[in-house]
Structures are given as C-alpha cells and as structure tokens.
C-alpha cells in the first residue's frame, strides 16, 4: 500500500531523509514517523493546517492522509477534533469505515460533537453536524448537550453556530433541570450568556431541579458582572427561593462573596435579614463556613447583630463554634455580642465546640469576659504558640460531652446546597 502511494505522489511531495555526516541528533518527530513509515518517505499535505506557523508533516498511514500527530494518535478521530484538524476530520470520515460519530467516547457519555464544542472549534463542529446533524442533540452523562458545553467553557462562536444552525435550544434542561444559562451564569461566561438571553431567547428565571436560578449560581460563584445583567437587563427575580428556601444572597454569604453581598444590599435592596426554610439569614452563613471579612462588614454597618434565631433556636455564634471559626468568635466578641446564649435545647455555643472537638473555641467561649481581651492579645503575640490547660473550665465534667446527645434535626439542617454543579466543578 506504501508503495503505490509513493508511486503515485508528485515528486515536489516527496522528501528523502539521508543520514548526514556530523548530524547528532535527528528531529523527534521525522524519527518516529519515518520508522513508522519504515521507508523514509514523508509526505506533505497542507489542508488541514491552521497558520503558516503550524506546518505539520503528513504521513500516509493505513489509507488515510492525516497529519503527524492524528496518524500517530491512538484515537486520530480525538485527534483531529482537539487539534482542529479539518482536513484530518474529512479524511477520517470519509474513510472505507469511518468511527461513529454517535458513539460516546469515554465513560461520561462525552461525544465528538461536546469535545468540538468545549474546543471551541466551529469549523470541526460545522463539519460534524454537516455529516450526522442528530449530534447537536447528544447528551452525556448529566443530560448536557453541546450548546451545554459552549456555554460552560464561553466558546460563543460555536455556540452561535449551534443557535442558528442546529437543533439546540436554549431552554433544553440536562438531567438536573439546568438550562446553558445556568451553565454561563455558573461559569462567569458573560458574553454566552447575552448571547443565550438575546438570540436564545431564553426564561432567565428557569429553575433546576432544587429551585436554583441563574442569579442564584451567578450570586454562588462572585460572578458579579452576570448577576448584574441578570437583573438589570434580562429582567432575572432576585427574591426567587430554591426549594429549601435559599436566595441569591443565601448563596453569595455562604460562599463569601463579599463583593456580591455588598451589590445585593446597597444596589438591589435586597433584604439582609432574609431567611431559609429553616429560618437562617445570610449572618448565620456567614459565621458557619467561617467568613470573617464578610461576618465583619455585616456587623460593622449593623445589618446583622449576631444574635438572630433560626428555627432550632441557634445563633451565629452558635454556628461559628460548631463549626471551629475561632476567628469569627474574635469578630463576635469585638462587636460585643454574647457568646453564651442558648439555643432551644439549651445548648451553648461551648456545648457545641466540645460536642465536636472544637477545643481552641470551646476554651475561648468559656474564659471569663473580663480576661478575654488580654488572652486574645497573648494569643497574638505567642502566634500559635499557646497550649491549651488540661482543663478548659471547672464546670467541664469528664463525661459531659460524652453523652451529649442532640434530639432536634440541627445535624441536618439544610446550610449547604450541595448541587449538580459541584460534581461538575470536581471533574474539571
């Protein structure tokens, strides 16, 4: 098969490898393919170059006429579409037994078309859907589709193509109810996501299968610009709830998106003291995962006082000492707010500490107030280096924290909002 292919090439094609006297070291890429081709021929074709800069050798190999790096690759076909290899892709396909384009090409249901569409590679795309047009409707394995992916990864040109060229609509829901302007608003992509609202003509307040929104993973993520243009432009509910009752400004004090916070209070006029299902504001975020910049700014400007409830009777500090937030107890006692409240089984926020071996916060709460200011300022100057007294407190019995048992359902409040978009971060 070689050999008529020799035959029939044009001699300006052709270029012969002879060893030279002096030359060290051959390059790596005409080594491999020359042994590969075990006749030291190589032959050029320059269709599916991109720029003069990118010159690739082309080597004929099992009958098809692909560049270096396709022909060598255990998958050409992957190849091809990562490398934006349109003329390697037209060789492929147009093969004796060209792949399937329809078969998902690893474990998570990914096909050709998604990979095009996260490359951002809009004339392999076109060339797909040319051929198999059904692929702009492929789902992987969350139920994503192309258009999906495009606005995941903020390719807008491929996205356009998808728009007006395909069957993708902007409203198509993957397996967890999330729209691609769930996916840009997610991802800080703002152009994709005028693009979607415009062109698409898209609902910006669709929800996912928790209640989520758009503005709700915008405000979730810091994407301040998207959230902006949300509301202000697409006409996007800020006061719309997920089903356990979180809002945007739920999302953005658990994540300490401070910047968001700040937008959504003095810009938006949304409420600061807004409450969960279970009656958590935005402060009790803010102590629970240990956000002490934003658990300051709210206290210093009095949108929070640090004493509120939710239903379980609980307080910030509360919260914060469950949690082991040292540094937000410090924020909590300097803006002078009690630290031995009661929650509605009677607990203290030393109970909680304790109950789970939050040790530093349990010996910080139980010290006495008139000391406190001096042992934080110890605390500073040994930087760390303090070591905790046997006993924390006399009134500490061996077995107390022990037998603590907590009959109401603060185990499982619902404080995080685990999504689908946290799976679809960590297999990044």
């Not at 690739?56 to 060598?72: A, K």
């Not at 040109?157 to 728009?163: C, I, N, P, V």
Request: with cysteine; charged share 20%.
């Amino acid at each position: 098969m070689m050999a008529e292919a020799l035959a029939t090439a044009p001699s300006s094609l052709i270029t012969i490898f002879q060893p030279v006297s002096g030359y060290e070291e051959e390059p790596a890429a005409a080594k491999t393919t020359r042994d590969r081709a075990e006749t030291g021929v190589i032959l050029t074709n320059r269709s599916c170059l991109n720029t003069e800069q990118d010159e690739e050798l082309i080597d004929l190999v099992d009958g098809l006429n692909c560049c270096h790096s396709c022909s060598l690759s255990s998958s050409p076909l992957i190849e091809a579409v990562s490398s934006d290899h349109a003329g390697c892709l037209k060789e492929i396909l147009s093969s004796p037994s060209p792949p399937d384009l329809l078969a998902p090409l690893l474990t998570t249901g990914v096909t050709v078309c998604h990979l095009a569409a996260r490359k951002g590679s809009a004339r392999v795309l076109q060339l797909l859907l040319e051929i198999e047009p059904s692929l702009a409707l492929c789902r992987d394995y969350k139920g994503a589709t192309p258009l999906h992916t495009t606005a995941q990864h903020g390719e807008i040109e491929s996205m356009r193509y998808l728009l007006l060229n395909s069957d993708c609509r902007s409203d198509t829901k993957d397996s967890d109810g999330a729209t691609a302007v769930h996916y840009a608003a997610m991802s800080g992509k703002l152009d994709c996501l005028k693009e979607l609202c415009i062109q698409g003509k898209c609902d910006v307040n669709s929800t996912t299968t928790g209640g989520e929104t758009p503005a709700y993973f915008a405000a979730q993520e810091g994407h301040l610009d998207c959230l902006q243009w949300l509301t202000q432009y697409a006409g996007a509910d800020l006061g719309t709830a997920s089903y356990d009752g979180m809002s945007p400004i739920h999302a953005a004090a658990q994540n300490g998106q401070l910047h968001v916070v700040h937008w959504l209070v003095r810009s938006a006029n949304c409420p600061v003291n807004l409450r969960t299902s279970d009656g958590a504001t935005p402060v009790h975020f803010a102590a629970a995962k240990g956000h002490v910049l934003l658990l300051e700014w709210m206290l210093h400007h009095h949108l929070a006082s640090g004493l509120e409830r939710d239903d379980y009777g609980a307080t910030p500090v509360h919260d914060a000492a469950e949690h082991g937030h040292i540094e937000c107890l410090h924020v909590f006692y300097n803006h002078s707010v009690k630290l031995d409240m009661q929650d509605a089984d009677g607990f203290k926020p030393k109970d909680l500490a304790m109950d789970k071996g939050h040790i530093e916060c349990a010996a910080f709460i139980g010290h006495p107030r008139q000391q406190m200011a001096s042992w934080i300022q110890q605390k500073r100057q040994l930087q760390g280096a303090w070591q905790l007294p046997v006993r924390v407190d006399e009134d500490v019995g061996e077995g107390k924290y022990v037998q603590l048992n907590r009959h109401n359902k603060k185990g499982i409040k619902k404080r995080l909002s685990f999504s689908f978009f946290s799976k679809m971060k960590a297999s990044k």
